[in-house]
């Protein structure tokens, strides 16, 4: 079975630009969220969605959205990127069990490896 | 809101020695702990969790305990191997909330 996936896997954008990243769950996988690793740091959660709604959200700007799809694939938005803002952007799914989309082992992607000019 | 603060930084033992992490976190009611290994430009890897009506899960050389009046939970690594070698990271998680607290990661070397 395929794991999470995740596209692009690497980008470069200059400050002010906008940029979009996407997100395939696990199949069955109902839940998507999406973390932030800076170098030498653990991950750090921006979102989560579970059946097409936002359920948590971290502590980031509005300049950070993201949706999710009927297919339960999910995009992050970035606008206005400033060079704080690169970094190794995780998705990581989950199924729901008896406690619904919380406390739910997450599995993660590869990343996309953001780099602001 | 959840901290978890994680200790060592850095971990360096001889191949076949046994390696702890410590983590401790603040929220007495997070109730899920994973961990997750990750080698180096890979995906963070879930290794093992645990819930807090469970005191101590093992898989082969992996175990993890977790002591819920300490609010402090341990990996251990038995007989180490080269390719244990990596970042091993903790997170906390509250129950209603999806969102994992990750601690700042051990990078565990092993030397053969």
């Known amino acids: 079975d395929a794991g999470v996936t995740q596209s692009p896997t690497h980008l470069i954008k200059t400050r002010g630009q906008h940029v979009t990243l996407r997100c395939s769950p696990i199949?069955?996988?109902?839940?998507v969220s999406w973390y932030q690793q800076v170098l030498g740091q653990g991950p750090q959660f921006i979102f989560q969605?579970?059946?097409?709604?936002?359920?948590g959200r971290g502590n980031f700007p509005d300049r950070f959205s993201a949706r999710q799809f009927p297919n339960y694939s999910s995009e992050l938005n970035v606008n206005a990127l400033l060079l704080g803002d690169s970094a190794l952007y995780l998705c990581?799914?989950?199924?729901?069990?008896?406690?619904?989309?919380?406390?739910?082992?997450?599995?993660f992607g590869d990343g996309t490896r953001l780099s602001i000019l | 809101g959840e901290n978890v603060e994680q200790h060592p930084s850095t971990l360096s033992v001889q191949e076949g020695d046994s390696a702890v992490i410590k983590c401790t976190y603040s929220?007495?009611?997070?109730?899920?702990f994973p961990w997750y290994k990750q080698e180096l430009g890979k995906r963070p890897q879930l290794i093992i969790d645990?819930?807090?009506?469970?005191g101590e899960k093992k898989d082969q050389r992996i175990a993890v305990t977790l002591n819920k009046t300490a609010k402090h939970f341990s990996l251990h690594i038995t007989e180490t191997q080269p390719e244990d070698s990596a970042v091993y990271f903790c997170?906390?998680?509250?129950?209603?909330?999806?969102?994992?607290?990750f601690g700042k990661g051990t990078k565990l070397s092993v030397k053969p």
């Open positions: 990581a799914s989950s199924a729901s069990g008896t406690g619904g989309f919380s406390n739910q082992p997450q599995h």
């Open positions: 199949s069955g996988h109902k839940s």
């Open positions: 969605y579970y059946e097409k709604e936002e359920r």
């Open positions: 929220d007495s009611a997070s109730n899920y």
């Open positions: 645990i819930r807090s009506n469970v």
């Open positions: 997170a906390a998680s509250i129950p209603g909330q999806g969102n994992l607290i």
